[in-house]
T-cell receptor, first 115, second 111 residues
Framework: EAGVTQSPTHLIKTRGQQATLRCSPI?????VYWYQQALGLGLQFLLW???????NRGNFPPRFSGRQFPNYSSELNVNALELEDSALYLC??????????????FGPGTRLLVL | GQSLEQPSEVTAVEGAIVQINCTYQ??????LSWYQQHDGGAPTFLSY????GLEETGRFSSFLSRSDSYGYLLLQELQMKDSASYFC????????????FGTGTRLTVIP
């Protein structure tokens, strides 16, 4: 079974540009999560999509946005890039079956560098 | 809101046992999970505690005390490959699956 895939693996942009990151979840998973991990730091929750709807977003400015497509893949868009946006962006997917916590399966990440 | 506290670094000897603690504050508790992340790699799920007590999976065990808002990850028979960062995570008020991660504990295993 294929795992979570992300593209591109690396992305270099300059300040003010826009970045688009993509994620394909494990087959059968309807939920996709996005996290930002700055160098040497923990995972900061960005966005959660399930069944095509945004379920929650973390404490990030509106220039971080995304969407989930009918095939459950997802896109993260970062507008007006700033230097501090340089980080590893991780995507995870999971099932949603009830009230208990489901395992999240992470992709390898996209390393974004803003110059 | 949520807050999680973990030690930032732990060093242990190969073959030994190490315990990584996690204390949390959260509005609405939906269980405590542990994830491992090697340098340059993606986080991978290790263990989950929804109820009080000990969960054992091979060399790894995880414990939860909801009354104390406390949990720990226990790694036995440490191997060099266990050198990694370990994150505890709780669900937030949105629900069980909206995870809030701690800042992570970097474990270094030495010969």
């Amino acid at each position: 079974e294929a795992g979570v895939t992300q593209s591109p693996t690396h992305l270099i942009k300059t300040r003010g540009q826009q970045a688009t990151l993509r994620c394909s979840p494990i087959s059968g998973h309807t939920s996709v999560y996005w996290y930002q991990q700055a160098l040497g730091l923990g995972l900061q929750f960005l966005l959660w999509y399930d069944e095509g709807e945004e379920r929650n977003r973390g404490n990030f400015p509106p220039r971080f946005s995304g969407r989930q497509f009918p095939n459950y893949s997802s896109e993260l868009n970062v507008n007006a890039l700033e230097l501090e946006d340089s980080a590893l962006y991780l995507c995870a997917s999971s099932l949603i079956r009830g009230g208990s916590q489901e395992t999240q399966y992470f992709g390898p990440g996209t390393r974004l560098l803003v110059l | 809101g949520q807050s999680l506290e973990q030690p930032s670094e732990v060093t242990a000897v190969e073959g030994a046992i190490v315990q990584i603690n996690c204390t949390y504050q959260t509005s609405g508790f939906y269980g405590l999970s542990w994830y491992q992340q090697h340098d340059g790699g993606a986080p991978t799920f290790l263990s989950y505690n929804g109820l009080d007590g000990l969960e054992e999976t091979g060399r790894f065990s995880s414990f939860l005390s909801r009354s104390d808002s406390y949990g720990y990850l226990l790694l036995q028979e440490l191997q060099m490959k266990d050198s990694a960062s370990y994150f505890c995570a709780v669900g937030d008020q949105t629900g069980a699956n909206n995870l809030f991660f701690g800042t992570g504990t970097r474990l270094t295993v030495i010969p």
